[in-house]
């Protein structure tokens, strides 16, 4: 059973910076994928990003490139999501999640890839 906690949403202006954590416990080797989705008000959940346990390799949405990074410290069994230049269309719920024991058929970017989810956490973008 994997449990997953976000944290460090919040409200901040256009432009602003805000870091988002993803506290992860009862993971085994046999999950190595971890991803960070959005959902915002009336729309369907969407891929963020996604990093590799093992190899460190990310991947981002188009949407976030060049503003987000994702990353991970193995020793505290965290993931973050460092967002700089936000923009009022990043507002939404942020989760986090995991992949399953096993991997999954699921290409990376979709919600079906991952078996554990966070509660979320809200940013909201405004001035």
């Known amino acids: 059973q994997v449990q997953l906690v976000e944290s460090g949403g919040g409200l901040v202006q256009p432009g602003g910076s805000l870091r988002l954590s993803c506290a992860a416990s009862?993971?085994?080797?046999?999950?190595?994928?971890m991803g960070w989705f959005r959902q915002a008000a009336g729309k369907a959940r969407e891929f963020v990003a996604a990093?590799?346990?093992?190899?460190?390799?990310?991947f981002y949405a188009d949407s976030v490139k060049g503003r987000f990074t994702i990353s991970r410290d193995s020793a505290k069994n965290t993931v973050y999501l460092q967002m700089n230049s936000l923009k009022p269309e990043d507002t939404a719920v942020y989760y986090c999640?995991?992949?399953?024991?096993?991997?999954?058929?699921?290409?990376?970017?979709?919600?079906?890839?991952?078996?554990?989810w966070g509660q979320g956490t809200q940013v909201t973008v405004s001035s």
């Open positions: 009862g993971r085994t080797v046999g999950s190595d994928t």
């Open positions: 990093i590799s346990w093992s190899r460190g390799a990310t």
């Open positions: 999640a995991a992949d399953p024991e096993g991997g999954s058929s699921w290409p990376h970017t979709f919600v079906q890839g991952y078996a554990y």
